[in-house]
């Protein structure tokens, strides 16, 4: 089917500037459409060129010759709404406040279809997924990531947050406190977003086989230095009495070392008490509060060391990357206390 149509040429710099700078993806079809009907294209040509339908374009010629620009710019394409508010406002109470186990579906999280059966089911409406899609889509509702978050909180979370910052405020200057924690590096590389061109996503290689290495680290209160000791094969109470040896000899010039570390069962077994009973006089440990890792400093520079280092990385062996590891802590030897939870650190 052919036919074209008549535009003034204030008509064509308006539908022009439609089709160059509006938005919505709606509105630039239409004034498309409109524009190559006036310059005389085939409407074969147009609807394979536009990837629409001859329904379509004679939807919007008759519309631009009945009511002219006004009707592009205004009105929505295909059939217009009615009768639908209260059953998305329905779906979107289901999404927000529900999951489908609550009415009797083994899943986790919602879908379009899973919602289409529901409806069906309670209300007998019938429509398809991409339908309540593009409503959802309408009423700000997003597909992205959750943001992971602690569920329970210690109840002594107060009383212990006080004490550490009470111990901090009033440290003699022969004592000295430190953050301690474990790390994890994997040859397997963590993901993290990075630059590519526009449809081709970017790869990163992965060894096959994950070789894993711990590390048990302290950022010193005073001076922001990160003391980090030798890797170790597994997470436990051996790697955390080692790390504890190592503080006790690199920090000789203070009279008390105050360790402040989480409450992993590994920190307070037989073989720390073991340790503390042979070295009490002059290292002691506090212990954070539960469910609590903001409370930790040195968290923040295991996520600087994620960030870059380990997100991402090429390297073929864990040596590599342990090598590129120590070099990172060697070149920033010191790091600033990134957080409001504690006064600030005196130097002595």
Same mark, same amino acid.
């Given at each position: 089917?052919?036919?074209?149509?008549?535009?003034?040429?204030?008509?064509?710099?308006?539908? /022009?500037?439609?089709?160059?700078?509006?938005?919505?993806?709606?509105?630039?079809?239409?004034?498309?459409?409109?524009?190559?009907?006036?310059?005389?294209?085939?409407?074969?040509?147009?609807?394979?060129?536009?990837?629409?339908?001859?329904?379509?374009?004679?939807?919007?010629?008759?519309?631009?010759?009945?009511?002219?620009?006004?009707?592009?710019?205004?009105?929505?394409?295909?059939?217009?709404?009615?009768?639908?508010?209260?059953?998305?406002?329905?779906?979107?109470?289901?999404?927000?406040?529900?999951?489908?186990?609550?009415?009797?579906?083994?899943?986790?999280?919602?879908?379009?279809?899973?919602?289409? /059966?529901?409806?069906?089911?309670?209300?007998?409406?019938?429509?398809?997924?991409?339908?309540?899609?593009?409503?959802?889509?309408?009423?700000?509702?997003?597909?992205?990531?959750?943001?992971?978050?602690?569920?329970?909180?210690?109840?002594?979370?107060?009383?212990?947050?006080?004490?550490?910052?009470?111990? /901090?405020?009033?440290?003699?200057?022969?004592?000295?406190?430190?953050?301690?924690?474990?790390?994890?590096?994997?040859?397997?590389?963590?993901?993290?977003?990075?630059?590519?061109?526009?449809?081709?996503?970017?790869?990163?290689?992965?060894?096959?086989?994950?070789?894993?290495?711990?590390?048990?680290?302290?950022?010193?209160?005073?001076?922001?230095?990160?003391?980090?000791?030798?890797?170790?094969?597994?997470?436990?109470?051996?790697?955390?009495?080692?790390?504890?040896?190592?503080?006790?000899?690199?920090?000789?010039?203070?009279?008390? +070392?105050?360790?402040?570390?989480?409450?992993?069962?590994?920190?307070?077994?037989?073989?720390?008490?073991?340790?503390?009973?042979?070295?009490?006089?002059?290292?002691? +440990?506090?212990?954070?509060?539960?469910?609590?890792?903001?409370?930790?400093? +040195?968290?923040?520079?295991?996520?600087?060391?994620?960030?870059?280092?380990?997100?991402?990385?090429?390297?073929?062996? +864990?040596?590599?990357?342990?090598?590129?590891?120590?070099?990172?802590?060697?070149?920033?030897?010191?790091?600033?206390?990134?957080?409001?939870?504690?006064?600030?650190?005196?130097?002595?």
């Amino acid at each position: 089917m052919d036919g074209s149509i008549a535009i003034t040429p204030k008509d064509r710099k308006r539908l /022009l500037e439609m089709y160059r700078k509006s938005t919505d993806p709606a509105i630039r079809l239409r004034a498309h459409v409109v524009l190559l009907l006036a310059e005389g294209y085939p409407w074969s040509q147009i609807a394979a060129v536009l990837f629409t339908t001859p329904r379509t374009i004679s939807r919007w010629k008759k519309r631009f010759q009945r009511e002219g620009v006004d009707a592009v710019f205004g009105r929505n394409r295909g059939r217009p709404l009615v009768l639908v508010t209260w059953w998305v406002a329905m779906v979107v109470r289901w999404v927000i406040q529900k999951t489908p186990r609550d009415f009797g579906f083994l899943r986790s999280r919602w879908s379009c279809g899973t919602l289409v /059966l529901l409806l069906w089911e309670q209300q007998h409406i019938h429509i398809s997924a991409e339908t309540v899609r593009r409503h959802l889509a309408r009423e700000q509702l997003v597909w992205r990531r959750p943001r992971p978050v602690l569920g329970p909180k210690d109840p002594e979370y107060e009383q212990k947050l006080r004490a550490i910052r009470h111990l /901090l405020a009033h440290l003699a200057e022969d004592e000295t406190a430190v953050f301690q924690d474990e790390v994890d590096i994997h040859t397997n590389p963590k993901i993290g977003s990075m630059w590519m061109r526009r449809g081709q996503q970017a790869e990163v290689v992965t060894p096959g086989t994950n070789v894993k290495r711990h590390l048990a680290g302290s950022l010193h209160w005073r001076t922001g230095k990160l003391l980090v000791s030798a890797p170790g094969t597994q997470r436990n109470a051996a790697l955390f009495v080692a790390h504890l040896d190592d503080l006790r000899q690199r920090l000789r010039c203070y009279r008390n +070392i105050h360790v402040i570390c989480d409450n992993a069962k590994f920190h307070d077994c037989c073989l720390v008490q073991a340790f503390l009973a042979r070295w009490g006089h002059r290292i002691a +440990i506090h212990f954070l509060p539960k469910y609590a890792p903001k409370t930790n400093p +040195i968290e923040r520079v295991w996520w600087h060391l994620h960030e870059e280092i380990t997100r991402n990385h090429r390297c073929r062996s +864990i040596e590599e990357l342990l090598d590129l590891t120590f070099d990172w802590f060697g070149y920033k030897d010191t790091f600033a206390i990134e957080t409001s939870l504690y006064p600030q650190a005196l130097a002595a």
